[in-house]
């Protein structure tokens, strides 16, 4: 028997999707260079927060699992885009950032990709 669903924070997905965002934000953005700001630190910043956002506003449109699914197929997207900005950051500035953290990173928005898939597909 699972534990009852009544907010979207009660979903594991958006748990780690929540940290995550938190972790990119404390480990990485403040350790990359001046003239990323309005490059890869602003799409990271802007791509890690987007997942747990959709999914809360996914969940108030849950009764239609067409549109459900869809703001879930939108999050695994901003996932995969932080990961390619994770992999961009992990090899153009291995000096500045901690590359074992980049990569814990980048295996993480993976697995809540998957997550993400597997929710959709199973949601009733």
């Given at each position: 028997?699972?534990?009852?669903?009544?907010?979207?924070?009660?979903?594991?997905?958006?748990?780690?999707?929540?940290?995550?965002?938190?972790?990119?934000?404390?480990?990485?953005?403040?350790?990359?260079?001046?003239?990323?700001?309005?490059?890869?630190?602003?799409?990271?910043?802007?791509?890690?927060?987007?997942?747990p956002a959709l999914i809360a506003e996914?969940?108030?449109?849950?009764?239609?699992?067409?549109?459900?699914?869809?703001?879930?197929?939108?999050?695994?997207?901003?996932?995969?885009?932080?990961?390619?900005h994770l992999l961009l950051i992990r090899?153009?500035?291995?000096?500045?950032?901690?590359?074992?953290?980049?990569?814990?990173?980048?295996?993480?928005?993976?697995?809540?990709?998957?997550?993400?898939?597997?929710?959709?597909?199973?949601?009733?």
């Amino acid at each position: 028997m699972g534990l009852k669903i009544v907010s979207f924070r009660d979903l594991d997905v958006y748990k780690r999707l929540y940290r995550l965002a938190l972790a990119v934000h404390k480990e990485i953005l403040p350790k990359l260079p001046v003239q990323e700001k309005y490059g890869l630190r602003d799409q990271l910043n802007r791509s890690t927060k987007s997942p747990p956002a959709l999914i809360a506003e996914g969940y108030a449109r849950r009764q239609s699992a067409k549109e459900w699914r869809k703001y879930l197929r939108d999050a695994v997207g901003e996932c995969n885009e932080s990961v390619v900005h994770l992999l961009l950051i992990r090899d153009l500035y291995p000096k500045l950032i901690n590359v074992s953290i980049c990569g814990n990173l980048v295996e993480e928005y993976e697995i809540a990709g998957k997550q993400l898939y597997r929710l959709g597909e199973s949601w009733k």
